[in-house]
């Protein structure tokens, strides 16, 4: 390699270094609300069989659909919930019919020979799946994110309560402001609603982002180059045109962070806003409850009493929140998705059950894992570095692991303060070294921990989806521990090829779900064409 200190951007000016990021940030923000704003339902012909071939997971469609905005079950779970709640004031989605539990029993006792006995059953199946009814079941609204109580045959979304609850307190305020509802008028009200959950708060964590950026690296390539790629080249800009769990965890992870994040200690509006971001976030990615426990170790001053306190009190509000909601919804303290492999689960009909309606096993990205044979390691490979990749997809992250260890191990202290009292003229200044040691334990902890949560616990990648969404929160710690690379490589002509080439591939692969985040990524597409038998 041939050296050249060519940094130009860093012979910009400060504030025309920020006029480069803001300008990134509204580009990045006004196409997210132009996708938004278009944004319906696609039907990709490639994801579809014929109605003539066997174990088919859907045949292509024979009349024209319902134009929709929700984009798959994963959101529409979440707003037949909303729906739920503004209508008919339950979190009840649907019911199954008691009635035809009872004729189907009744039934059963009037054969008077064996051979009648699968016919009856079969035909009180059909009747009992057929005879569910709700907002679940009218067209454009099904959902397999769904589960069945077993005591009351009602059926519920799968999704914790404490989000959709918030969202329905704001549509009832769109509803009454413009007189629309979310029956009779869903692509208003859900467009309305998603520039006020993903866009605006899009805009807020690309520009506080910007802000721990420029506090962290004095290098303009540097600082222009993770706003870029913050704005354009991570699987966060896909998501932002659908009702999910992975952008907001991704705006509140930033936005504690840039709260306690500087030179003091944060005082105790700082500190409950944290806790509350931190919370929150937890009702959304539960894994960051590690997140939240990294800020008070590492990051809050443990001499200050009444800070960790309200830190705590604000986190606390909202777990106890989602708590008592999971208890008012279903009756029980745990999630629904808890009961995974249960009878919540495993209901006639259920979309879950490993068998199609041949009684084969089925076989797709959903049962990778359970029917197909995926070994652990394939598992892993594939979810690291293959075709859900978390550094494949994104590369710059590769970048996040070195930079991660250069600053843990230029850091001279890593460790909280001792606890002790403190006076009110005393400080908790930070160095700059110091700082960077403990983004880099916290990303590099973090990321080792989520990993290896979802090695152990899942094993489908997050369904169809455009990549490792269980990992999407990680991102700006991710890329804010690139820095100390980005700098040594910046000083190289063929380090800042590489950079710019690793920022491509993240680019592309935000680009490739254009129509909706619920696709495969573009690495598994690419491998099916080479001839890789995939999870068809």
């Not at 699968?118 to 959902?143: C, H, Q, T, Y």
């Not at 920022?503 to 985040?517: D, H, K, Y």
Request: glycine fraction near 8%.
């Amino acid at each position: 390699m041939v050296k050249n200190d060519s940094d130009g951007l860093s012979l910009l000016p400060v504030q025309a270094q920020k006029a480069v990021c803001w300008l990134f940030i509204l580009v990045a923000g006004t196409m997210a609300a132009g996708r938004l704003a278009s944004v319906t339902q696609l039907y990709d012909p490639t994801l579809f069989r014929t109605a003539e071939e066997r174990n088919s997971k859907r045949a292509w469609i024979t009349k024209k659909p319902t134009p929709v905005v929700t984009l798959s079950s994963n959101d529409r779970s979440r707003w037949l919930t909303v729906r739920a709640l503004l209508e008919n004031g339950t979190f009840v989605i649907g019911q199954r019919n008691k009635d035809a539990f009872v004729a189907s029993a009744c039934a059963l006792v009037g054969i008077n020979q064996p051979f009648g006995i699968p016919v009856v059953l079969e035909a009180g199946k059909l009747a009992r799946i057929k005879g569910d009814k709700g907002l679940l079941f009218e067209e454009g609204w099904n959902s397999i994110d769904r589960v069945l109580k077993p005591d009351t045959l009602e059926f519920y979304s799968s999704k914790p309560p404490l989000f959709p609850t918030m969202l329905a307190g704001w549509t009832w305020v769109v509803q009454k402001i413009t007189g629309w509802t979310l029956k009779d008028q869903p692509a208003a009200i859900i467009r309305i609603s998603l520039v006020a959950i993903n866009i605006v708060p899009f805009c807020l964590y690309l520009g506080l982002f910007a802000s721990l950026v420029f506090r962290l690296t004095e290098s303009g390539w540097v600082r222009i180059l993770l706003v870029a790629a913050a704005a354009f080249g991570t699987l966060v800009t896909p998501f932002l045109i659908t009702l999910n769990n992975h952008t907001p965890a991704v705006f509140l992870v930033t936005f504690a962070l840039w709260a306690v994040l500087g030179n003091h200690s944060p005082n105790i509006p700082a500190a409950c806003f944290a806790g509350a971001c931190c919370g929150l976030a937890f009702t959304m990615e539960l894994p960051s409850l590690a997140f939240l426990v990294t800020l008070l170790v590492l990051w809050l001053d443990w001499r200050q009493f009444k800070t960790l306190l309200i830190f705590l009190i604000s986190a606390l509000s909202f777990m106890v929140a989602l708590v008592v909601l999971n208890w008012i919804s279903i009756g029980s303290f745990l999630p629904a998705y808890s009961e995974f492999g249960g009878p919540w689960y495993d209901y006639e009909g259920s979309p879950w059950n490993p068998y199609n309606a041949f009684g084969d096993l089925k076989r797709n990205i959903d049962f990778a894992g359970r029917n197909m044979g995926e070994t652990r390691f394939e598992y892993a490979l594939h979810l690291l570095v293959g075709h859900h990749g978390l550094f494949s997809l994104t590369p710059l992250f590769l970048l996040s692991l070195f930079g991660g260890i250069q600053w843990m191990v230029k850091a001279k202290r890593i460790g909280p303060i001792p606890f002790r009292s403190v006076t009110p003229r005393e400080s908790f200044a930070l160095s700059n070294e110091t700082i960077q040691g403990r983004l880099a334990l916290s990303t590099l902890g973090l990321t080792a921990i989520v990993v290896s949560f979802y090695l152990y616990k899942s094993d489908n990648y997050g369904g169809m989806s455009c990549g490792p969404r269980w990992l999407i929160w990680l991102t700006p710690l991710l890329l804010l521990c690139a820095i100390p690379t980005l700098e040594r490589l910046k000083n190289w002509r063929k380090g800042r090829g590489l950079v710019y080439f690793f920022l491509a591939v993240g680019v592309f692969s935000a680009s490739w779900p254009a129509w909706s985040p619920w696709k495969l990524p573009w690495i598994y597409d690419l491998l099916v064409w080479w001839g890789w038998s995939g999870y068809a």
